[in-house]
């Protein structure tokens, strides 16, 4: 598989403080997750719970290299909860489960490393 970011790429243009803080950075708990029958690349449709403010959200992930259905169940992660639904194929991905690419290109899920609330926004 094809690196999805190059480590070795330069840094994105410069972006001010202010526009960073409109991406609403949220961890929530994996309730369920299932193979996405009938996506273009292998994912899992995950529900997200992000607690009482944000609630339950769904995300079409492409995690499949390094994840199993039964082991994501209750794993934290983080995701932007605040852009715009996207259709993908037959589901409505809800919220972007944020990762980054490994050696591989495999994705590997960014998450908080102590314990958060559902729905703690990133600071």
């Known amino acids: 598989m094809h690196l999805i970011h190059d480590p070795n790429a330069p840094p994105a243009v410069e972006t001010r403080f202010a526009d960073f803080l409109t991406v609403d950075i949220r961890a929530g708990t994996i309730r369920t997750c299932i193979p996405f029958e009938g996506a273009r690349n292998p994912s899992f449709v995950l529900t997200i719970d992000f607690g009482p403010a944000v609630g339950v959200r769904k995300s079409a992930a492409q995690i499949t290299e390094r994840y199993a259905p039964e082991e994501l169940v209750g794993r934290r992660v983080m995701a932007v909860v605040n852009f715009p639904p996207r259709q993908i194929g037959r589901m409505r991905s809800e919220v972007l489960v944020l990762g980054f690419a ?12 102590e314990d958060v609330p559902d729905g ?3 600071a």
């Open 120 to 122: 703690a926004r990133l």
């Open 102 to 113: 490994d050696a591989d290109g495999a994705i590997v899920l960014a998450v908080p490393d």
